[in-house]
């Protein structure tokens, strides 16, 4: 069990809906031991509240006394405002995880100008049924046993990975990102055989089913993807019809293009934010 007493998010938006959720749900961490704040919205505030039997609070009369892990969950560009405001209730016991998309641990460490461990934390929505897979990088001044709470918090959502800095931003391209490609291709899978004569309730659980199936397959086998796709496509067969038609239309370009694109988002969030040139 977590030994820590409080976990307090700054911000109140789906990620840290989807963070709770799954604290609550899969660590089994009393709802009393976390606290959501977040700066003028006091009816997503109660929401959270009856769904989640949490406290919440404005950041503006949010005490830190008591909290011991800090999860920034806010937008990019209310990173330096929201750490600008909590500086002054800083202290040394705590431990600060951000999920503040292409802000960097070296960044939150400059506005705050003390020697607190920041550790990036990129999880995704699919934390909400504790199958996140989530990303984790240590700043300047985090030590083994914060890494190893960062590790515990992230686990109760799903998979851990650390991975270093420079690699977060491809990390969120591929990771953060990718549920939306997911559905995206679900949606069009569900939309095709809808015109084709399924019903659409039937036709998701077709096309659910087989992409969590094929999904558990790579996880579960020693083949690689494309070492599978071959073993399942038949010359000349119906499978091989389908990949000739996402080869000519450009699938796998279009798939490669939304990886890098998002990457590519995260590092300009990094320039326009931050500051600072983008590598």
Known sequence: MLKYRNITFIGAGSMAEAMISGLINKAEISPDRIIAANHTNENRRLEL??????????????????????ILA????QAEEVLQQLKPA???????????????TTYIEEILDRSLPIIRVMPNTSSMI????????????VKNEDLDLAQELSKAIGKVKIISEKQMDVFTGLAGSGP?????????????????GLDRELARDIAAQTLYGASKMVMESDD?????RKKVTSPNGTTAAGLDA???NGGGVAIEKAVEHAAKRSRSLRKEFE???VM
């Open 224 to 228: 690689s993807p494309a070492e599978l």
């Open 90 to 104: 800083l202290q040394d016991h705590h431990v600060i995880l951000s999920v503040l998309a292409g802000i960097s």
């Open 275 to 277: 500051k600072v040139p």
């Open 130 to 141: 504790g199958e996140s897979i989530t990303g984790i990088s240590a700043g300047k001044y």
């Open 246 to 248: 996402l080869a000519e």
């Open 49 to 70: 509240t009856c769904r989640y039997n949490i406290t919440t609070t404005s950041v503006q009369e949010l005490s830190l006394t008591n909290t011991d892990v800090i």
């Open 180 to 196: 939306a490609y997911f559905y995206y291709l679900l949606e069009h899978m569900e939309d095709v055989a809808v015109e084709n």
């Open 74 to 77: 806010v937008k990019p560009k």
